[in-house]
């Protein structure tokens, strides 16, 4: 073999060799860039499930960490019996949520498609708006949206037949309102999300639709609207997700309505600590109930108010992916 054969085989062995020796340092790197990240995720729940299940008793004892000596149910017992009673407030929050989400995905899509496919003057700036209210923080929107609800009116009308505004704090379809007029958790990102979706539609669809004799209307809902389930089912998770853990909207504009997310928050409060203790050593027969306790129960309660999202994301982890992927957030 000639000499430079020779220095041939050895460059291209030596580029062999690199790469081999870059794919094993960037994989290793990789993989343990995820498993870090994946463990820092997982510990929190992998640390809260002995707690949840172990005895009332044997809570803080330094010799029982991960394994318990007993299990024990009494921290979802008394979660439940503190929180969801009959499970009605879970189902009325779950159909908050579900209702709220549908008001979003209806105003939304048909904001979106308007900002997306019609071309009208001042089109750019009310999509810069959108973005910038999705950017503000919703505090500061707070005093002029509560003074609005607190004293509603339409153009004077409401004063001129009933004589005064209407006070719709606290009432039960303030949140509706506020949803239908695009004022809901995180609706502006929504939005945003159906624009991008609709603007990437082939305009092809829409020439045939107005071939057919069809007019704005008939084709969003006969043409865009059945293509956009991707952004749909975007849409509809995350609102739902939000609004069933919001305590934002419904802690100033509906204190006493029937949402867990707020019933959790008043019940664990740290003025109830005692009461909480009080009622755990009353009903269990745990003399030695100490704020262990409390943080056991506390933790078995937010463990039950996350399973209507852990089954949503079980029932659907096979699309979400994709879904985000063709709804135009990525893009």
Request: charged residues 15%.
């Amino acid at each position: 073999m000639a000499k430079s054969d020779v220095q041939t085989v050895r460059r291209i062995d030596g580029y062999v060799i690199k790469e081999k020796f870059s794919k094993f340092v960037f994989g290793f790197l990789f993989y343990s860039l995820v498993i870090g990240l994946g463990f820092a995720i997982i510990y929190p729940l992998i640390k809260l499930i002995p707690v949840v299940f172990n005895n009332i008793e044997d809570l803080g004892n330094p010799d029982v960490i991960w394994v318990p000596i007993k299990y024990s149910t009494v921290s979802f017992q008394a979660a439940i019996r503190l929180v969801f009673g009959n499970f009605v407030p879970m189902l009325q929050s779950i159909g908050y949520g579900v209702i709220i989400a549908v008001i979003q995905i209806f105003v939304c899509a048909i904001a979106g498609y308007s900002l997306g496919r019609v071309e009208f003057w001042g089109r750019s700036v009310l999509t810069v708006l959108v973005i910038v209210s999705f950017v503000v923080p919703p505090q500061s929107l707070l005093i002029s949206q509560y003074l609005s609800f607190k004293h509603f009116d339409v153009f004077g009308i409401i004063t001129a037949l009933h004589g005064s505004t209407i006070d719709l704090i606290n009432q039960p379809y303030t949140l509706y309102l506020i949803a239908f007029f695009g004022f809901g958790v995180k609706q502006s990102m929504f939005i945003f999300v159906f624009r991008q979706f609709f603007k990437g539609l082939p305009k092809e669809l829409e020439e045939a639709a107005y071939m057919d004799g069809c007019g704005f209307y008939k084709t969003y809902f006969r043409v865009a609207l059945p293509n956009a389930v991707p952004a749909v089912m975007t849409v509809a998770i995350l609102a739902f997700v939000w609004n069933y853990g919001d305590t934002y909207y419904t802690g100033y504009f509906h204190p006493d309505g029937p949402y867990l997310s707020n019933k959790l928050v008043t019940t664990f409060s740290e003025g109830n600590i005692q009461n909480i203790l009080y009622a755990i050593k009353t009903w269990y027969a745990v003399p030695g109930a100490t704020t262990f306790s409390f943080d056991a129960v506390k933790q078995a309660a937010a463990i039950i108010y996350l399973l209507p999202l852990l089954i949503i994301y079980f029932l659907v982890q096979r699309r979400i992916v994709e879904n985000f992927e063709q709804s135009g957030i990525v893009g």
